[in-house]
């Protein structure tokens, strides 16, 4: 008995332990990637800046020019398409190239509510139990009538928000949630439900 009992205990520990380390090596393994895209393309930016110079000065001067090349480029990219002529040149590269690319759309929609460049049509979160079950749903309300109590409340599903199922609900079948912000609804989403507790809780608390 004691020594199952100790064989439980270590391989417990020992699990608590992966489990507290794995995030950290996957976070560090990201960032290693992360760095080693951002270096595989400034490398050939800093070693034409170098045969250019012809000076013999240290690598990570190089680099920083480099990087600091690339940011400009984003810059003066971003100011292009913020005009007339530049919009209507990228919006039909757009149609006609990028939109035909395999997850372009969700993507390039993603991003954009995160950055906060499109603004998502939700007027707010609500939990809302479309099927009178009492299995609540994540939604958005998109359109009401709050004289009728009728409601158009966006469900998105998990991890893609831009695809979901759009229900009319009434008054009854919705909770309403007005201290939480869309974007934390709609991380809870993308994270299949991870962090649905802390979000959902902290606004119980709050009503309570």
């Not at 489990?19 to 034409?48: D, E, Q, R, T, Y």
């Not at 299949?192 to 119980?204: A, I, N, Q, R």
């Amino acid at each position: 008995m004691k020594m199952k009992r100790l064989q439980n205990f270590i391989n417990t520990t020992l699990l608590g332990g992966f489990i507290v380390l794995l995030p950290l090596a996957i976070f560090a393994l990201l960032a290693k990637s992360l760095i080693g895209v951002i270096n595989k393309m400034l490398k050939p930016i800093a070693l034409l800046i170098h045969s250019t110079l012809d000076v013999e000065l240290p690598p990570l001067f190089y680099n920083i020019i480099a990087f600091l090349l690339v940011i400009s480029l984003f810059f003066f990219l971003g100011l292009f398409v913020r005009t007339r002529i530049g919009k209507s040149i990228f919006d039909g590269f757009e149609r006609q190239y990028l939109s035909k690319l395999p997850f372009y759309s969700a993507i390039k929609k993603t991003v954009q509510q995160f950055s906060g460049i499109k603004k998502m049509p939700f007027s707010e979160v609500v939990l809302v139990d479309a099927y009178g079950s009492g299995m609540l749903m994540t939604g958005f309300i998109t359109d009401s009538d709050r004289a009728s109590g009728h409601y158009t409340v966006f469900v998105p599903t998990a991890p893609n928000p831009t695809n979901g199922f759009i229900f009319h609900a009434q008054e009854h079948q919705i909770i309403h949630t007005p201290h939480i912000k869309t974007e934390d609804a709609m991380r809870t989403i993308i994270g299949m439900g991870v962090g649905s507790e802390k979000v959902f809780g902290l606004s119980k608390k709050k009503e309570g």
